[in-house]
């Protein structure tokens, strides 16, 4: 079997796969990243975004081969040791969330419209996060966590 | 020696010594104890036992809240164990909105008994104590934890990905299973040649009656194995819509009525032929929902190990001790021999009741003498989980000289009964859940039958206030008498602005499981498309516990409410699924949530109702109204406006 070498959140790793095994197996199931969630399976969920040097990409539809030498960062390394990601913090101090399931995906696509477009109008980040479904409805409440990370502040 | 009253807390922990296990009383019953409650270790941390799940709908942060408030100590003390067989008492599912009505003051009152007995007590007495659970509990007016705004408990393992779901376990040694699903609905295998999958190296297949299925130490190659059968199928034909509707008709037993059941099937009053002949204007139309599908965001897994204990299963389920007595009954071991270890659930509404994915995981272990994991596929949550019922409602009415109601014939096929008793004031009524055949496997979904019932009946009050000349809020109002659903459906206008702008609008209000509502809405539509631009809905359970999760439950309620209002549906033909995607089921997303305002109307003195389920129910009927008002169309089946 092929042996590829991933850069995830900052460290190497060298793992055996099929060339078209997707980015979302290998992190779970081999690199027990479980954060990053399988809701479809086949890219119109995206409970899978992870980033890719710095863009969100759905990691059901990506191969381990396409991956290459990319720098690849799950929600499990957004933080920096307990220290909360600034939108991590905003999603807290929202409750945008219910179960919780749609919630990492949501995270990485935020954290990449955030790096691109510091302050994005609302109908920006509805479009940008138009690929993600919470079936919960926490959909006003992402938004508003969204737009609190973009003010760098506390709500209220 | 004994403690005087008034004691500190830190007194409290220190006397635990060692932990101490609770176990309530009930007293009356012979002294049955209702099992292992809640563990006070020595640091003062507390854990509670539940059966409950978490399936999103925030009952860990309540039940931790009520255990802090009884307990006098801060929520960050409280630990609570869920959901586990082995460890937990059996407090029943988690559904019908039972976990406030009925867990919380379960919970309370041990709390408040521990704290009277850790008042009490002394130091050589037992680690585990047996207390009378008769113990007063905090008023309202002196709560400090309960009625406010705890954060969700695993928040912050939800936003860092640590938070474990069904799929996200693992064993030592596990492997992967996989069945392999017939190619119509209903179907019986007749022919099957596993011998290309039997030649894969590691892999185990299992064929018992209809099951197929393969378990292998990787997931890939399970899915191959998998694909490597050749099997035969032999299909029935399942009815399809619209002949589906009078197929219901066909096949309908008339309800008997019944009130030890929490959904009476028959609720009459009066006498509807005589209200009718006494009616001048009569109306009568005829409502259909079709079959829609929970899509919880996580489809269902487990995974599931034998060993000299007997079977322990591990995933999230919304009736796990259900779920248990279901795998001893398939494997012919006692339920003791069964565990089922719960987690937290990506979501279920409804949908997680069944042991399906538990006991594929189990045969499949048992055969591979392995700890098998099964996830199931998006396409497989779509076509072989149940779904919600489809109906046929069929409603009569009439009115007098001075437009009211005198006479109402109301009878849902196939959905349910939840849902059919009447907020209003009706001299003469007949409704009725009359039992149908069903072609897709049907079963509980968000407040049930209440979905369909609501829709049909708050439809029909639109349409007479408009034969009848009449605003529809004045309407409504005319026919009640509850003065909080009165009040609910005044506040609601007010905010909304009812009657002063020019954009379409729609309301439709509710009283289901003890939460009144009203909800109003102001569309746009786009070509036969109707698009939900602005909400307002006010909320009164009594006492709001929680009152954000409480707006978050509402808020998120309306939104999957409005998918299957406006194009939600399970399509399918005489043999299969058609749509089980997300590219062909759409579900609500970004782009279709409107601006939402959320009333709650928290009366602290009230004893509180659930409300994860119910506020689904007045988003569909309200925009029907307001498709009227932008078309003059009256469209009586959902989805509203499919594509």
């Not at chain 2, 996200?168 to 022919?191: C, F, I, N, S």
């Not at chain 2, 006010?538 to 998918?563: E, K, S, V, W």
């Amino acid at each position: 079997m092929p042996r590829f070498r991933l850069n995830v959140n900052g460290k190497m790793h060298e793992v055996e796969a099929e060339a078209d095994a997707t980015l979302l197996g290998v992190l779970r199931d081999q690199l027990d990243l479980t954060g990053t969630k399988e809701g479809c399976g086949e890219g119109l969920c995206g409970a899978c975004t992870v980033l890719l040097d710095g863009r969100a990409a759905l990691a059901c539809a990506t191969t381990i081969a396409e991956v290459k030498n990319r720098a690849v960062l799950t929600i499990e390394g957004l933080a920096q040791k307990e220290r909360l990601h600034p939108v991590q913090e905003a999603f807290l101090e929202a409750s945008a969330f219910q179960c919780g399931f749609c919630t990492p995906g949501m995270i990485m696509e935020a954290v990449a419209l955030l790096r691109t477009r510091p302050k994005p109008e609302e109908g920006e980040i509805r479009r940008a996060l138009d690929g993600h479904i919470c079936r919960c409805g926490t959909y006003p409440r992402i938004i508003q966590a969204v737009q609190l990370a973009a003010k760098g502040g506390r709500r209220g | 020696m004994a403690r005087r009253a008034g004691s500190t807390r830190r007194e409290w922990f220190e006397l635990a010594g060692a932990g101490l296990l609770v176990q309530p009383v009930l007293e009356g019953a012979g002294g049955a104890v209702l099992g292992s409650r809640l563990h006070i270790a020595p640091g003062g941390i507390v854990t509670l036992f539940t059966g409950k799940s978490e399936l999103g709908q925030g009952s860990r942060t309540l039940l931790a809240q009520c255990v802090a408030e009884e307990m006098r100590i801060p929520v960050s003390q409280v630990r609570v164990v869920m959901a586990d067989t082995g460890r937990t008492p059996d407090d029943g599912g988690t559904f019908a909105s039972l976990t406030t009505p009925q867990t919380v003051p379960v919970v309370r009152q041990a709390a408040a008994a521990a704290r009277e007995m850790l008042r009490t007590m002394k130091p050589e007495e037992a680690m585990l104590r047996e207390i009378p659970v008769q113990v007063k509990w905090t008023d309202p007016g002196e709560w400090r934890v309960l009625g406010s705004s705890v954060k969700n408990l695993n928040g912050r393992d939800i936003v860092t990905g640590r938070l474990k779901y069904s799929a996200d376990w693992k064993r030592p040694g596990m492997w992967h299973g996989k069945v392999v699903r017939p190619d119509a609905y209903q179907a019986e295998l007749t022919e099957c040649d596993t011998a290309a999958a039997e030649r894969i190296l590691g892999v185990k297949v299992v064929r018992e009656g209809n099951f197929i299925g393969v378990a292998a130490p990787t997931a890939a190659a399970a899915e191959s194995a998998a694909a490597a059968i050749r099997a035969k199928w032999k299909a029935r034909d399942l009815v399809t819509p619209p002949a589906l509707y009078e197929r219901f008709k066909q096949t309908a037993v008339p309800p008997v009525a019944n009130f030890n059941t929490r959904y009476p099937p028959l609720l009459e009053k009066g006498s509807v032929a005589a209200g009718m002949a006494e009616a001048v204007r009569k109306h009568s139309a005829t409502y259909t929902l079709p079959y829609i599908a929970h899509a919880p965001i996580e489809p269902r897994a487990a995974v599931a190990w034998w060993d000299e204990n007997g079977l322990t299963v591990q995933g999230a389920s919304q009736v796990p001790f259900g779920v248990r007595k279901q795998l001893a009954g398939a494997f012919q071991i006692p339920e003791s021999k069964v565990r089922l270890i719960g987690c937290d659930c990506g979501s279920a509404f409804g949908g997680k009741h069944g042991p399906e994915v538990f006991l594929e995981a189990a045969r499949l272990a048992k055969a591979a003498g392995k700890p098998v994991r099964v996830v199931w596929s998006r396409q497989e949550e779509f076509v072989w989980s149940y779904c919600r019922p489809a109906a046929l409602i069929e409603v009569q009415s009439g009115m007098s000289q001075d437009g009211r109601i005198v006479a109402w014939d109301f009878r849902n096929y196939n959905s349910g009964a939840a849902g059919l008793p009447l907020p209003y004031a009706i001299p003469n009524y007949h409704c009725g859940f009359y039992r149908a055949d069903s072609p897709l496997r049907q079963g509980s979904y968000r407040s049930l039958a209440a979905v369909a019932n609501t829709f049909a009946r708050e439809a029909h009050m639109d349409e007479l206030a408009s034969l009848a000349g009449q605003d529809p809020v004045a309407f409504r109002l005319r026919h009640l008498e509850n003065p909080r659903l009165k009040e609910a459906i005044e506040r609601a206008a007010e905010k909304f602005g009812w009657g002063k702008g020019n954009q379409p609008s729609g309301m439709a209000c509710n009283l289901e499981k003890n939460g009144h509502m009203a909800l109003f809405v102001e569309i746009e539509m786009e070509g036969r498309a109707a698009r939900a631009r602005r909400v307002v809905m006010t909320f009164d359970c009594g006492a709001a516990l929680n009152p954000d999760h409480l707006r978050n439950q509402i808020t998120g309620a309306i939104i999957m409410g409005l998918g299957g209002a406006l194009f939600e549906e399970l399509r399918y033909d005489a043999k299969k699924v058609l749509n089980p995607s997300f590219a062909r089921y759409r579900v609500p997303r970004f782009s279709d949530t409107p601006r939402i305002d959320v009333i709650l109307i928290d009366r602290r003195e009230i004893t509180p109702a659930g409300a994860g389920e119910s506020p689904i129910t007045v988003i569909a009927p309200a925009l029907a109204s307001a498709i009227f008002r932008a078309t003059g169309e009256r469209r009586r089946s959902l989805p509203l406006a499919p594509g």
